[in-house]
Structure formats: structure tokens, C-alpha cells
């Protein structure tokens, strides 16, 4: 998947594809809400790991 809503070449940071592929390896799960002149909410959903 491929997420952006910049032109090519343009902007830096962890994109939304990045983040999403690292949620996925991790067997976890996102949300996301935008509206527009309100701004985007994201969920990210990880499964709980316990340590000994």
C-alpha cells in the first residue's frame, strides 16, 4: 500500500506506508479518522507483550 498526499519528491518524515508496514510486522492494526479543517486522528493497535 501506498499512502501520501504530497507530490512526488516532496516532504521527509515516517511516512503512513512506513508506519503501516511496521504495524503490520508487528501483527498489530491502525485506524484512521481525517476531517477536513480538523485534522486526522490515528490509532495504532500493537498486541501486548509480557516480560519475565
Known amino acids: ?3 501520501t498526499t504530497k507530490e512526488v ?3 521527509k518524515g515516517l511516512s503512513l506506508a ?3 508496514g511496521i504495524i503490520e ?3 498489530g492494526d ?5 476531517m ?3 485534522g486526522t486522528v490515528v ?3 500493537l498486541p501486548a507483550m509480557v516480560v519475565a
Open 9 to 11: 519528491g516532496k516532504g
Open 25 to 27: 510486522q508487528h501483527q
Open 43 to 45: 490509532h495504532i493497535f
Open 18 to 20: 512506513v508506519t503501516s
Open 30 to 34: 491502525f485506524h484512521l479518522k481525517s
Open 1 to 3: 500500500m501506498r499512502f
Open 36 to 38: 477536513l479543517g480538523e
